[in-house]
Each structure stands twice: as structure tokens, then as C-alpha cells.
């Protein structure tokens, strides 16, 4: 994410991509919204992460869905989005729903469990590049 500068979660999911047998190309922090979209649109991936640590996630994930999805080369490329989504801690369902709404496949608001994103991985019936 644009305002996300934390690194650790990154190569935390990275990690856990490629345990599950996926190439993974890691753009690191502080990734502009267009360097996203071009690199998806380079790249094809079969799925996106984005994760976001500095309570941000929601506003920055809300403006680069609807970026990836203004894209017709994109708009069915999975896109999962989790971490801290709000500063003010987790909001149930709301943001999580409006997220969905938004274009996202998934969505793991903070305290969800890897478990559930390993899940949600291994069920792509698709080669990932995240």
C-alpha cells in the first residue's frame, strides 16, 4: 500500500505464498497505486496481496481497487487485502462488506488467522504471483 512503510508483514506473506508452492514477486513498501497497477498489468498475476500494518489499509485499499478494477485486463485477477484495515481497530463486518463491494476476493481484517488465508490460497485454481 502507498502509505504502508512496514516491511516485515510483507516478507511474512511472501513467505507463507511460497511455502504453499506459489512464485511470488514482493514490491515491497510504499508502493505507489500506479507501480501496482502497471506491474499487475506487466505481470498478469494470478492473485494480488496487499496487507497493511499503520491502520490505513481501508482508505488506501478503496482507492487502489478501484484502480485495478477501472482496468479490463485485471477485473477478474483475485485480490485479497488484510492487516490493520482502520485505526480504530477492527470494525466487523462494515468494512470488510464494503471492501467486497468494492472488488476484493478477500478480505482478512487484523486478528484474522493465516489459517484462513492459507485456506483461501490453496482453494485459487490458479498459478500465483502475488
Known amino acids: 500500500m502507498?502509505?504502508?512503510?512496514?516491511?516485515?508483514?510483507?516478507v511474512y506473506l511472501q513467505l507463507a505464498i511460497e511455502e504453499l508452492g506459489h512464485r511470488v514477486i514482493n514490491l515491497g513498501a510504499c508502493v505507489p497505486d500506479e507501480l501496482l497497477v502497471d506491474e499487475c498489468l506487466r505481470v498478469?498475476?494470478?492473485?494480488?496481496?496487499?496487507?497493511?500494518?499503520?491502520?490505513?489499509?481501508?482508505?488506501?485499499?478503496?482507492?487502489?481497487?478501484?484502480?485495478?478494477?477501472?482496468?479490463?485486463?485485471l477485473a477478474e485477477t483475485p485480490v485479497a487485502?488484510?492487516?490493520?484495515?482502520?485505526i480504530a481497530g477492527?470494525?466487523?463486518?462494515?468494512?470488510?462488506?464494503l471492501l467486497r463491494a468494492a472488488g476484493y476476493t478477500a478480505v482478512f481484517d487484523d486478528g484474522a488467522r493465516m489459517p484462513a488465508f492459507r485456506s483461501f490460497v490453496e482453494q485459487l485454481d490458479v498459478s500465483v504471483n502475488a
Do not use: C, K, Y
Not at 3 to 9: A, E, G, I, L, Q
Not at 90 to 97: H, M
Open 81 to 86: 487485502i488484510g492487516g490493520m484495515l482502520g
Open 90 to 97: 477492527p470494525d466487523g463486518q462494515r468494512s470488510q462488506n
Open 2 to 10: 502507498s502509505s504502508d512503510s512496514h516491511t516485515w508483514n510483507l
Open 44 to 73: 498478469r498475476p494470478g492473485l494480488v496481496v496487499v496487507s497493511s500494518v499503520n491502520g490505513h489499509g481501508f482508505i488506501d485499499g478503496m482507492r487502489l481497487i478501484a484502480q485495478l478494477r477501472a482496468r479490463p485486463e
